[in-house]
């Protein structure tokens, strides 16, 4: 789906919950199953609402790398492994930015958030990510 300023969106919004230390945190996430909606992502928007966010799907689970290439707003990117839990965090992430940040381990998803999301929630490494795409152990 290609918005009014020709960004791609992804076709479905889904609930998601992670569950912090200081209780369970809603978002609406759009899935990013493809290959074009994974190279996209967030690209070429100037907002992402607070709860709202992209869930790009990298199954199987494998060392993941991400940038910020033509992305207009600042992201937390949060690494996901199949169990659901939390690997690694990349806060407040630079908008346009080309330089590689990586998952830190393999990954089965990563959720990209408003920069400040992570911190204003309390979202840490080991948080529990609750979604069809994980399987908790």
Do not use: C
């Not at 009014?4 to 759009?30: C, D, H, W, Y």
């Not at 494998?62 to 600042?74: A, C, E, G, L």
């Amino acid at each position: 789906m290609v918005s009014p300023n020709g960004a791609v969106r992804a076709a479905e919004v889904q609930p998601l919950e992670i569950v912090t230390k200081s209780g369970v945190q809603m978002f609406s996430v759009e899935m990013a199953t493809t290959d074009k909606e994974r190279e996209t992502g967030l690209m070429y928007r100037k907002e992402l609402a607070d709860g709202r966010g992209m869930l790009f799907d990298f199954s199987p689970e494998q060392q993941v790398s991400m940038w910020m290439k033509n992305t207009f707003i600042s992201l937390d990117m949060i690494f996901i492994g199949a169990n659901g839990r939390i690997l690694r965090i990349a806060e407040n992430t630079e908008p346009q930015s080309t330089r590689i940040i990586p998952s830190g381990g393999p990954a089965k998803g990563v959720l990209e958030v408003i920069a400040g999301t992570a911190k204003k929630y309390g979202i840490a490494p080991g948080d529990q990510i609750v979604h069809p795409l994980f399987k908790a152990r």
